[in-house]
């Protein structure tokens, strides 16, 4: 069993940066793929980005490519996220998951199993 926890969210104004972090623990998460999606307020939840088990492959949302970074640290059994130039439109719960995929980056919600609780971010225009 895996138990994420995200942090980092917060209030930030448009044009500004957070960083975002998703802590597993119970067993490492260094076989597994990890991604980021958000949920925008009466909207679905939708795919941000993911990586690969070892770090090597990414893949964005075509609405953040660009300012977001995915990245993991599987020594701190930690990803992160790194939002640059945040736009109102990205307010949203963030939530991290790990995936069962070995190889590749899933984009798909189906393809998680374990999912965080969720970090609030909001930007102000």
């Known amino acids: 069993q895996v138990q994420l926890v995200e942090s980092g969210g917060g209030l930030v104004q448009a044009g500004g940066s957070l960083r975002l972090s998703c802590a597993a623990s119970?067993?490492?998460?260094?076989?597994?793929?990890m991604g980021w999606f958000r949920q925008a307020p009466g909207k679905e939840r939708e795919f941000v980005a993911a990586?690969?088990?070892?770090?090597?492959?990414?893949y964005s949302a075509d609405s953040v490519k660009g300012r977001f970074t995915i990245s993991r640290d599987n020594a701190k059994n930690t990803v992160y996220l790194q939002m640059y130039s945040l736009k109102p439109e990205d307010t949203a719960d963030y939530y991290c998951?790990?995936?069962?995929?070995?190889?590749?980056?899933?984009?798909?919600?189906?393809?998680?199993?374990?999912w965080g609780q969720g970090t609030q971010v909001t930007v102000s225009s």
């Open positions: 998951a790990a995936s069962t995929v070995r190889l590749g980056v899933p984009m798909r919600q189906h393809q998680y199993v374990y």
């Open positions: 990586i690969s088990t070892n770090g090597i492959s990414t």
């Open positions: 119970g067993r490492s998460i260094s076989s597994n793929a």
